[in-house]
Structure formats: C-alpha cells, structure tokens
C-alpha cells in the first residue's frame, strides 16, 4: 500500500513541472485555534472527497471551551480526515499532513506524527508573542526540533490578505478567509476539484455577494498556490474506490440518529416527540430533530434533564414515539424517570451519548464509560434494554431497532452512541425503501376483557393505550403493581412475580435479536469482543494482525442487554478472549460476572478512541507474541 | 381526535368519575372534599371521560388519580408538569389535570412548575397546599409558615415560605386561583373557571393535614374569623370584605401598596375593582401576597388572574404549519437525499 510517508524520493526530487503521484490512502489533521475554522476546513475538505469516491473516516477534536484563549495549546481544535481508495474504518493512528495554524496547533499535534510528515503551517503566527503563549523558549522552525518531519512554512495570513487585496474586505474579514487559502491549498496537494467547496460557498453565503466572491478567491488563490509555489515538487492522487452502486452521503453518528428517529415515524405512522436539554456532544441530535417540523417531529428543549425525559415519558404515554437524547451527566439525572418508564411499562427511548466521565470530565471526548450505568444504574431490580451503536451510520439503524423493540415490548431502551461516532463521519449509501426495517405498532382499543398488566403471552409486553380510548380508562404509577390487573400492590408474592416477569421480559428480547456472527475465520484461538463505536479500530487491527499471519476472530456486541443467545457458546469456543473497550473493563465485568469466564482486557480513557496500533500491540503482547 | 367533536358526550354523574378505588387518605383529611369537588364538576364540564388525563407527582394528594375513573398516571416526584407536558404536546385534546403539593410542585418540582407556567401549556394545575409533607410523616414543608415546628424542624423552622401563587405571578402564569378543601361552592366555581382557561391554570387548594398541620388555615378559614379574614375576588366587582362587607381593599398611591380600609371612613369608588383580565403583574403579584407576613390584610380567594394569551401548542401548530407550507409535508426520502450526494455506478 502506497502510503504517503513512503514518497520522500517523489517529495525530494526536484521538478519544474509537478507530476502527479499516485497513493492509496492518506491521513491528513487540520489544527488551529478554535477561531480558525479548521473544523469546517475539515468538513469541507471531507466533502469533496467523499463526492470524488474515496472511503472515508473523520474525527473532529475540539476544546471543551468555545474559545479558550487564542494560540494556547488548550485552544486547539482539530479535524482529522482519513481518505483512501479502498475500504478504512479509522480516521487514522498517525496523521500524514498536518496543517497548523499557529505554533500552539503545532505544539499540540507534534507527537501524533510519524517521521517523515508533512507540516504544513502558517509562518505569519510564529512570533514571540505566540511562541510564549504555545509553551515554546525557541523558533520550532528554526530550533532544529523538527528536523525529521517535512515543514512547509507558508505565510497564510499574508498570502490571503495579498489575494484579497482588491476586495472591500475589512482586515477581520481577510483573516477569516485564511482557512480558504489553506482548503485551496489542500485541495491541489491532493488533486481534490474546488466545485463542491464553492457550491457550498455560494450556497452558505447567498445574498452577500461580497463574502462569496472573497472566498471563492481565497480558495482558488490556495490552490494556485501550491500549484506554482517551490514548496511541493510533485501533488498526489488517491483514487476513488470501488463501491456498491447507490447514492451515497457523507454522515456523522448524530446526523444518522436524527435521520433514523424519522425514519421511525414514517415507519410506524407515529409522531416522535423529542425531550432534550442541551449538552455535548448530543445537542446537535436535538438541533438536527428541530428542523424537521414537517415532519412528524416534535421537539421540546426542557428546562432539564429531568423534565426532557419526563416529557418524553408523557408522549410515550400519550401514544407516541418518546425519545430523549443527552450524555453521561445528563443521563445520571435521568435514571429515575426512566426507572418509571420501567414500572409503567412504557416504550421509551434514552440516546446517550457517551463522553469522558466522571461528572463533567471531558465534555468534547469520547469514552465508553456509561455501560453499566446504563445497565445497572436505577434503584431496584430495573431491567431494560441497552443497545450500542458501531458507526457513525449505523446509528441510523440502530435509532429504528432501538423503537423496534421498545414498542414490542413495552419497555425502555437505552441507545449508546459516543463522542467519536456522534461527531465522526464515514460514506453512507443511502438505504432503498425495502432496506429500511420494518415493524408496526399495536395499541389497545378493545374495551372487553382490558387489564392494564395482562401480558403478551410470547414477548411478556403489556397493551399500550392511548388515553383517550372510551372503556379503557385506567391508572399506571410507579408504586409496584399488582400482576394482570395493575392495581397498587404491596403484597410480598406479588412483588416477586413482578420484579420475575420484567426480568424475564427482557430476557425474552434475546429472542427477538439477531445472532452474534463471529468475524474473521471463525476458527483462531483468539477472540476479540468489541462494543460500540470501536468496531472500525478493532476490525482494522484483527485485519493488519491477519496480514501479519496472526488469526484472531472477532465479535462485536450490538446488544448489551439482553445478550444475544448464542454469545455463551461463541465463548466456549475460544482459548483467549480479548475484551476492548474506553474504559477500565465494564464489558468484561458484564461477561465474567455472566459467564464465569476469564477475560483479557484492553482498556483506554485518554477521552481519544483507540488506534490501530495499540490495539495491535496490546494483542501480541497478550498473546505473548 | 377530530371524532370526539362528533361522538355527543354521555349525561355523566359523579359516580361515573370514581373508580371505586378504596380511598385511603386519613380520616379527616381535606384531600377527600377536594375529591369529591372535582368529581362532581367534571361531569358539568363539556369533556368526555375517557378525554381526562389525571397526572400526579409523590405526595398524599398524588394519590389522586388512583381514585378517578378517568386515564391516571402517578409518577415520580416534582416531575408531573413535565410529564404532563410531553402528554399535552402530543395530544392536545385531552384536558389534562396536574394534581401536585406544596413539597411536590414547589420543592422538588420548582423547576417544573414555573416552566411549565411560563409556557402556557393548557393544562389545569391544583397544587393541594397543606403546608406540610404528609407522607413521609410531618416534615415542613416549602409553605410551612416560619417558625413551624415539626419532626424536621424541632425548632421551628427558619426559612422564608413561598407563597405560591405569588411564585406563579413571578413565573408568568396566566391563570392563578386560589381556594380550599372546606369551601364545596367556591372550589366548584374556581374549577368551573380553570377548566374554562385556556393556558395553564393553576389553583392553589388550602388542603387541611389532620395529622400533621392540622388547623394550619384557621386564622383565615375558621368559620369565626373567615368573613373577616378573607377576601373573595370577584372580576368587576370591588374588594370589599368582612362580615358586615363593611371594609375594602385600596391601593396607597404612595407607599405603592394594598391597605384594609374602612367603608364607614373611605369613600367607595377608592377601592380596587378587581380586574383579573388585565395583565397587571404588579398587582396580582399584590393580592396574591395578601394574608401574609402579618400585612393585616384578607387572604385573597378566587381568582386572582386570567389572562388571554397565546397557548404553547397554538405556537407549535402554528409553526409546524408555516414550515409544511414553505417546505411540504417532509418525506423521508427526500430527507436521506438532503445535503451533498453522489452517485456510484
Ligand atoms: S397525612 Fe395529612 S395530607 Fe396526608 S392523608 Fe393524612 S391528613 Fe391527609
């Protein structure tokens, strides 16, 4: 595989005209101060060449605080592209291009790079001032200190300002084009077309002629840029890949969630009501669910947590779709409403997605620390059902399956998504009609023979009723009810029977879920189990493993509660088992305490998800290889 | 449900209203006058039953829906107007009753409450006020005057009560009332007049705790005193109270507050005309204030403010039609395709 750290002969050979050099993939981190647009920079750049065919994963990193202060190393935001010609599921371990915006950005971004990268950086902001504020006593690009990396100092400031000269453009207003200048630059180092990023341009900015016109120009000055300029000898191309026909969108976890919450309305014919209360990184779910108000989507931004989950849990009651959508702290606060929703047997759905905890921890960094809060964490004998999302894509499956099963069982379903899938995104061949799942939903209307905790004999669910329905008028509440007839009960048997049939309600669910499949041969020693959105990393490291003549099999759980059935018996089937998660082992608590087994752990909390290398590493040394 | 305005609505009785639930507040406590007055006025109401949603928090008076025959939902504490909320949004035909308490609606439900009154959510809110936590056995409560003493404040107690219709005035409610368990005509028409509101109404019901506050609304309420202890506010009329309606309620142009007067001293066109139609924070804020703190003014009972404004779910109609009127009916299709797609052969 051509990498782009392997071309350094192409690189140093010099060259009147540029030739242009094909490699198979390529991993590029933009970085700045929060207030330099590198993140739109990223999802520019991510855009034009997803419309180009490549495969594709992002991972934008941004600092909890909007704007920490300028040109500190806290202040870095970043975006990482991974673009390549055939299938990838990381945004990539080690950045290949850097592009720093000021010497905080590269400062913060230095030790990810491997030798022999490309530092492209704007040479305006390298200044003592700066240097102070970045933590540096000498010149970075003077000091020697980055000897073994590719430094291109451009003074982007100044080129753009210069290429928007003839503009009426205050000095602000110049400045803030410079992520332009450095997208145009980008895109001719990587022989992207700059037609999508000024459709979008002329798109965003519609009706301020001005703006457009500046970008646009500091865009293609970019590009002419690296064309003529002595920096580069030579530009790349990576190759589109071969997919399966259809139409394709790029799309984050969060956006796929919203998008599969309205697929359930138009699945089931009911209106979604959404509670939220703003928090990252789930907020942009409820942003997204806002517009849709042509749809049959409603959204309520509540005056808490509690209150979000509590509306959510009055429209489940009302008869329709209830969601509500938060993170770690917000769901903490949700637990005992959503312990009602258990009691009352109400079909509710609790998005969480995951970040570093504990308490606030770290806002904008992904983790996987919420399993057994989400399993576990509500007074009393609590079951429900929690399901984690693997991709940014499959959160839109994940959105419908998590309905699916709410409604035919009458029960809560808790979705984990996390930070790096919410706010990562990948390709996404659009489903056809017939690929979306289908189900539909039953309330009760028959007055005769109505008892509010009668049971579905095969799934243990008990009927829905929309309030409203003549001669089902009836009560529900969180005190313990009394079996069939769901009168208030304080009787010791029937508490037992109670708590026996929720469990074995959920239990049930297992039968409603598909098979863990096991990937890879099937016949290693070696397991690995995944969950959640780490199923690209871990895919990645078991594939570079094979290639290296190591055979391990995989397993990702979708289903955390219930497990799938037949999860003992792909155990017993393995000498070693791994489990990978972002935390200190809350998976491999769930299967030791099950299944009387021992596991291996992989365990990261560094708020960053795990790369290929590390998990490659940790399972040699596991395996003592 | 577009059905219900057509199907005739049935000639209901009280009886039709109870489930027949063993009711099993304490002997003697006000919640079963309150019960019985809303069970008789629902039946005058234009709702069909099964249109009722009754929506409780924790507390003695959040047993509530259990004894009606209507849809009920008890539900955890403090969060009944939220969840009342979500159920209203969804289907806004229901008439739906919040049924809440002094620690449930104003402590740990605080939140809620001045949420869901600054919303405007139509949904009636009676907040049983008995100035004191009766189910977990006599601790003071949010509206426990100072100086109570009970099994958590052997002292008594030390901080400042809210006056809850006073918090309501502050939150922006349209509708607040005030009235209580012992007066069956009175709580009738306040409830006639909450249900008439569109908005949320809130109404503070005076609840007696036999066990553990008994006698707390005596200095107003008592039979003895109440003509001269409390004030009962009628729209349009002048506030004049007192055994004899010998005194009225006039507003001190300079110290910009409400005094008891004497109609034998004070001619009688100073005195307020109550006017709760008018959206005059200041003095609703005012007379609802009035009984407390030792002001030697009447306890103001009735309805202290309604106020004509737009409900939460008109906004919402209203916006979800502008949008489907810009944009169309959304079809999912078309939003997968959204933002910037390409094509693979
Ligand atoms: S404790 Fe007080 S409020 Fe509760 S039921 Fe008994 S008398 Fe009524």
Redesign the interface.
């Known amino acids: 595989m051509k990498k782009l750290t392997d071309m350094s002969a192409e690189l140093d050979a010099g060259s009147s005209e540029k030739k242009l050099i094909e490699i198979d993939e390529v991993t590029i981190r933009f970085a700045g101060d929060s207030g330099d647009g590198m993140q739109l920079t990223g999802t520019r750049f991510t855009?034009a060449s997803?419309?180009l065919?490549n495969d594709i994963a992002t991972l934008p990193d941004y600092p909890a605080e909007i704007r920490a202060p300028a040109g500190t190393v806290p202040g870095v935001s970043g975006f990482q592209v991974h673009f390549s010609s055939h299938e990838i599921h990381t945004p990539g371990d080690t950045p290949d291009v850097l592009v720093a915006m000021n010497p905080a950005a590269l400062k913060a971004n230095l030790a990810d790079l491997p030798q022999q990268a490309i530092i492209i950086t704007n040479s305006d902001e390298y200044t003592a001032e700066n240097f102070a504020k970045a933590g540096y006593t000498t010149n970075p690009l003077e000091d020697g200190s980055l000897r073994n990396y590719r430094v291109i100092p451009i003074p982007i400031g100044r080129m753009t300002a210069e290429a928007l000269a003839e503009t009426d453009l205050n000095d602000k207003e110049k400045d803030r084009s410079k992520n332009m200048f450095v997208l145009g630059l980008v895109c001719w180092l990587f022989d992207r077309p700059l037609e999508?990023t000024i459709r979008?341009i002329e798109e965003k900015f519609s009706g301020k002629e001005r703006i457009i016109a500046a970008n646009i120009q500091a865009l293609k000055a970019g590009y002419h840029y690296g064309e003529t300029a002595e920096l580069f000898p030579v530009h790349f191309k990576v190759r589109k890949m071969q997919?399966?026909?259809?139409?394709?969108?790029?799309i984050t976890g969060n956006e796929a969630l919203a998008?599969g919450m309205?697929?359930v309305t138009?699945i089931t014919g009911l209106?979604l009501?959404l509670?939220s209360y703003p928090i990252t990184p789930a907020s942009d779910i409820l942003h997204e669910l806002a517009k849709?108000?042509?749809?049959n989507v409603?959204t309520?931004q509540?005056?808490?947590e509690?209150?979000?989950v509590?509306?959510?849990?009055?429209?489940?009651?009302?008869?329709?779709l209830?969601l509500t959508t938060t993170s770690g702290p917000g769901f903490s606060l949700k637990l005992?409403?959503i312990n009602?929703a258990v009691m009352?047997e109400l079909p509710l759905v609790i998005a969480n997605i995951q970040r570093g905890g504990p308490s606030t921890g770290l806002p904008t960094k992904t983790e996987q620390a919420d399993l057994l809060q989400a399993v576990f964490g509500r007074n009393g004998e609590s079951p429900l059902v929690v399901l984690a999302a693997k991709s940014p894509a499959d959160c839109f499956y994940k959105a419908i399956e998590a309905f699916r099963i709410a409604t035919k069982f009458m029960t809560p379903v808790v979705l984990l998504s996390d930070g790096f899938i919410a706010n990562s995104s990948e390709p996404w061949?659009?489903?056809s009609?017939e690929e979306?799942p289908h189900f539909t939903v039953n309330f009760r209307t028959e007055a005769e023979g109505f008892k509010p905790y009668l049971r579905d004999e095969e799934t243990l669910a008990r009927p829905w009723v929309?309030?409203?329905?003549?001669?089902?008028?009836?009560?529900?509440?969180?005190?313990e009810k009394q079996h069939i007839t769901g009168?208030?009960s304080y009787d010791p048997e029937n508490h037992e029977t109670m708590v026996k049939l929720r469990a074995e309600k959920i239990r049930r669910v297992a039968n409603d879920i598909p098979e863990i499949k096991v990937e890879g041969s099937g016949k290693a020693d070696t397991l690995i189990i995944g969950w959640g959105g780490t199923y690209g990393t871990i895919t990645d490291a078991r594939n570079t493993l094979a290639d290296e003549g190591i055979a391990i099999d995989q397993i990702h759980l979708e289903y955390l509660s219930p497990f799938p059935k037949n999860l003992k018996q792909v155990l017993e089937n393995y000498k070693n088992i791994f489990v990978a998660e972002l935390n200190l082992g809350q998976l491999a608590f769930l299967i030791q305490g099950k299944f009387a087994i021992k596991v291996k752990q992989i365990n990261k909390v560094k708020g960053q998800p795990f790369k290929v290398g590390e998990l490659v590493d940790a399972i040699r040394k596991g395996l003592s290889l | 449900?577009s059905e219900?305005a057509t199907i005739e609505k049935p000639v209901y009785t009280k009886k039709d209203f109870s489930?027949g639930?063993e009711v099993r507040w304490c002997p003697g406590c006000g919640d079963y006058s309150i019960l019985a007055a809303v069970q008789k006025a629902l039946p005058e109401f234009e709702h069909?039953?099964?249109?009722y949603?009754f929506?409780s928090g924790?507390g003695c008076s959040s047993r509530f829906?259990?004894y009606?025959?209507?849809?009920?939902?008890?539900?955890?504490h403090g969060?009944a107007p939220?969840?009342?909320?979500?159920?209203?949004?969804?289907?806004p035909?229901?008439s739906v009753w919040v049924i809440t308490g002094d620690g449930d609606g104003l402590s740990i439900g605080g939140?809620?409450f001045?949420?869901v009154l600054r919303r405007n959510v139509d949904i009636n809110i009676l907040l049983f006020n008995n100035e004191i936590y009766g189910l977990t056995k006599g601790q003071y409560s949010p509206t426990s005057n100072l100086g109570l003493k009970t099994k958590s404040t052997p002292y008594g107690a030390i901080d400042t009560p809210l006056i809850p219709a006073r918090l309501a005035a502050g939150a922006g409610a349209t509708f607040i009332a005030r009235s209580a368990d012992m007066l069956a005509k009175h709580l009738n028409e306040t409830l006639h007049k909450a249900n008439e509101h569109k908005g949320t109404s809130f109404v503070e019901v005076l609840q007696n705790c036999y066990i553990f506050n008994d006698g707390a609304f005596d200095p107003y309420l008592e039979k003895s005193v109440r003509d001269d202890r409390v004030i009962y506010l009628e729209a349009g009329k002048p506030m004049i109270f007192g055994k004899d309606k010998d005194k009225g309620i006039r507003l001190n142009h300079k110290t910009l507050t409400l005094e008891a007067v004497s109609l034998s001293e004070v001619a009688e066109n100073e005195i307020l005309i109550h006017d709760p139609y008018h959206n005059n924070t200041a003095l609703h804020f005012m007379l609802a204030s009035m009984g407390y703190g030792g002001d030697g003014l009447p306890l103001a009972l009735g309805v202290i403010r309604s106020l004509q404004a737009p409900i939460y779910n008109d906004r919402?109609a209203e916006?979800?039609t502008e949008?489907?009127a810009?944009?169309?009916?959304?079809?999912?299709?078309d939003?997968?395709?959204s933002?910037?797609?390409?094509?693979?052969?």
Not at chain 1, 292 to 295: I, S
Not at chain 2, 82 to 91: E, F, N, S, V
Request: aromatic share 8%.
């Open positions: 855009t997803a419309l065919g999508p979008w997919l399966p026909p259809g139409t394709y969108r790029n998008l309205v697929a138009e209106k009501f509670g849709y108000k042509n749809y409603r309520f509540a005056e808490d509690i209150a979000a509590a509306a959510a849990i009055g429209a489940a009651y009302s008869g329709n209830g005992e409403a009602l009352t061949r659009l489903p009609e979306i929309k309030p409203g329905t003549p001669g089902l008028e009836h009560r529900i509440g969180g005190l009168m208030v | 449900m219900t489930s639930v069909l039953r099964e249109n949603a929506i924790i829906p259990y009606m025959n209507t849809y009920g939902f008890h539900t955890i969060r939220a969840i009342a909320t979500g159920l209203k949004i969804m289907r035909e229901l939140n809620h001045i949420h919402l916006q979800e949008v489907i810009k944009k169309g009916k959304g079809r999912l299709t939003l997968l395709k933002g910037e797609t390409w094509e693979v052969k």
